[in-house]
């Protein structure tokens, strides 16, 4: 009874205070939507990969130099990464030792020989027995109208019937790449939830000041009864905001949340408890507003530019990941929504749930102490 | 016995806050607490109501000891801090809810309860403000609002006037006195004299963190030697005024400056009316006229050697 209540009037004041209402819903909607459209296109590109091609053209004939136009082609130059090299050596050894996935070598002589016979005689070099890149020469050699003569290094010249045009388009596949959008809607809401932290430490700090915490010390409730009501009112306020947030930011600016939803709320549900534990926590202790503000806001930079999200996991970062809620509230939803690996995801809910639980019996450990 | 201390000592760190205190307070009395700032007042408050944990001594309320009954004892206590403790994000009424059912109050029972007490403090058409658009006075019987909503049997206030105006003043001394009777005792600390001589049926006063008297307000001010004193303003000066009332019974000492008569007596004389006939004896016009009888402040002053207030 003792407990319900004073949850439910810390939400109410939490509720009213339009300056968290603009902190935890609006502030991570504006950023969204600036953030995540801005870096939506760069990411679209940077993450495909192309294919490497060497090529060296040791002809100076006609066909050559219509090779070498196809390869400057715009539509080329997007689909492939292409090498010229200095010697046929060069070339045969970027396949050699993997720099390349193909090497296209076009002899001395190719175009007299064409012209003569109607044989161009380009070479295909590559581990791979249907590169890339032989849909590109044969295309080639088919608007020549002519056969082509196509070597492996590690089998037999394969000669196929292709179409008459290369034009290979990267597709980014939907659904299965955090597009920039996502990635900086998962880091706003990751910021912006982590300041929740703030209504933990306003509350036991204001506690004190206004001097409200004492008529809780002096009525017959239990001990930890205001510190759990407190906790959970302050949990209700943050949860409902990061849900607000999550619906919003789906039907305002399309981001994906197509994933376990029930996982993605217990995520953000641990996520919240351990922002609010580690506010009051902060709270207790400093019983300084500016403090708890300094010191949440570095805990919050450190563990944002952790996440899997702006850093590899390694060095430094690998050991701040391991206890980063960000880290772990990224990694469930990245999972569940881009992967379909809910196990993982779970296996991340699963840590967010062990360090929720610590960090509440701490908070109830600090918030005990009699105060007169 | 409602409230029995025996020998309550409260330690921080090397300071001794109270030292030895021992204080019975009977079922209906207003039983005062008055010394100045830093005399151990609030100290021992905070001790009898579970507060702060007492270095030494026994704490009994209704009977029961503080240490191995808290809880039961915590229900019947009503208590106004100091300081003013409401939430100003809530209205009047949200506030008594949220308090109110910490004593366990609900349904209609609380609503009723929370009713009474606006009605009470006179805060019933304000009951839906915010405390921040509230004035001091009304902060402070909000305040008050807040302890006496479960009718506790001891009511305790700590300096519950100050910093307010005379009108708010007047009706949170009248309420005092209107809790107490209808069954309340109420323990009432203040550094001001004047109130706990109107209000206060008992008295302790304490002084370094120890009582040093205790008892009625009579009580006090006939337990130490204090002069009266009679000022008188004259129309005229006359100075055989001066030697006549020199000859009444009692008076030690008067003096005339400018034409402002004052004249000191031994305590409990009786003479103001052979003073007033002296005067009258000699044609001379008695503008204005005042008796102060011994004060509080005065007893304070003989039995420590400064003012409250200092």
């Known amino acids: 009874m003792g407990i319900l209540n004073i949850s439910y009037y810390t939400f109410l004041k939490n509720i009213r205070d339009w300056k968290y209402v603009a902190l935890l819903i609006i502030a991570p909607l504006v950023t969204i939507m600036i953030t995540g459209y801005s870096t939506s296109n760069i990411d679209k590109h940077t993450l495909t990969t192309k294919k490497v091609i060497a090529v060296y053209i040791e002809d100076k004939g006609d066909i050559s130099d219509k090779f070498n136009t196809l390869l400057k082609s715009p539509d080329v130059k997007n689909a492939f990464d292409i090498r010229f090299e200095s010697s ?52 080639f050699e088919n608007s020549l109208n002519t056969i082509n003569a196509i070597s492996g290094i590690k089998s037999k010249p394969v000669i196929a019937d292709v179409p008459n045009a290369v034009n290979e388009v990267s597709v980014q596949p939907i659904g299965k790449t955090p597009s920039g959008l996502d990635r900086w809607t998962y880091l706003n809401m990751l910021i912006f939830l982590f300041y929740g932290a703030l209504l933990g430490s306003f509350g036991v700090i204001n506690g004190v000041r206004k001097n409200t915490l004492l008529r809780f010390n002096i009525a017959p409730i239990g001990r930890y009864s205001n510190v759990t009501g407190q906790f959970l009112g302050n949990l209700l306020t943050l949860f409902l905001c990061s849900a607000v947030t999550i619906i919003a930011s789906r039907l305002l600016f399309g981001s994906n949340w197509n994933g376990n939803i029930v996982l993605i709320l217990l995520s953000f549900l641990f996520y919240s408890s351990i922002s609010i534990s580690l506010g009051m926590i902060f709270g207790y202790i400093s019983r300084k507003i500016s403090l708890c503000t300094v010191v949440i806001l570095c805990v919050n930079v450190l563990f944002v530019n952790a996440t899997n999200a702006l850093s590899p996991d390694v060095g430094f970062f690998k050991y701040v990941n391991i206890v980063s809620p960000h880290n772990y509230v990224y990694k469930a939803i990245t999972n569940t929504v881009f992967s379909g690996a809910d196990s993982k995801s779970l296996a991340s809910v699963a840590a967010l749930a062990i360090e929720a639980i610590l960090l509440f019996v701490l908070t109830a450990a600090a918030g005990r102490r009699r105060t007169a | ?285 008695i503008l204005s006229l005042n008796a102060e009888k011994p004060t509080l402040e005065g007893v304070f002053l003989t039995l420590t050697g400064r003012k409250l207030r200092d």
Do not use: W
Request: a neutral charge; hydrophobic letters at 35%; glycine letters at 8%.
């Open chain 1, 88 to 139: 046929y050596n060069d070339g045969y050894n970027m396949v050699l030792y993997g720099k390349a996935d193909t090497f296209i070598y076009l002899g001395k002589g190719l175009s007299k020989s064409f012209n003569s016979s109607g044989n161009s005689g380009i070479k295909v070099y590559s581990d791979n027995s249907v590169p890339a890149a032989k849909l590109l020469v044969e295309g």
């Open chain 2, 1 to 285: 016995m409602i409230v029995e201390v025996k020998n309550l000592v409260k330690r921080y760190k090397d300071v001794l806050a109270v030292d030895n205190v021992n204080l019975n307070i009977q079922e209906g009395e207003i039983f005062g607490l008055l010394g100045p700032n830093g005399a151990g007042k609030t100290t021992t408050i905070n001790v009898l109501t579970g507060l702060s944990k007492a270095d030494g001594g026994e704490i009994k309320i209704s009977g029961r000891n503080l240490n191995t009954h808290e809880m039961e004892i915590k229900q019947d206590l009503g208590i106004v801090p100091q300081d003013i403790a409401v939430f100003e994000d809530l209205t009047a009424y949200e506030n008594l809810c949220y308090f109110a059912r910490l004593y366990r109050l609900k349904g209609p029972l609380l609503k009723e309860r929370v009713e009474e007490a606006l009605e009470f403090t006179g805060l019933t058409e304000k009951k839906d403000i915010y405390p921040k658009k509230f004035s001091g006075g009304m902060k402070r019987r909000l305040n008050i609002a807040c302890a006496i909503m479960h009718h506790p049997k001891l009511i305790i206030l700590d300096e519950p006037t100050v910093g307010i105006d005379p009108q708010s003043r007047n009706h949170i001394l009248e309420s005092i006195k209107k809790l107490n009777q209808l069954g309340s005792t109420v323990i009432y600390t203040s550094h001001y004299m004047e109130e706990v001589d109107e209000i206060c049926t008992k008295i302790a006063i304490m002084d370094h963190g120890r009582v040093i008297a205790k008892g009625t307000g009579d009580e006090l001010k006939a337990f130490v030697a204090v002069d009266e004193k009679v000022t008188a303003e004259l129309a005229s000066v006359n100075y055989t005024i001066v030697d006549n009332i020199k000859k009444i019974r009692g008076v030690k000492d008067c003096s005339i400056n400018g034409k402002q008569l004052v004249v000191v007596s031994e305590k409990h004389s009786k003479n103001l009316g052979s003073i007033i006939n002296a005067i009258s004896d000699t044609d001379t016009e």
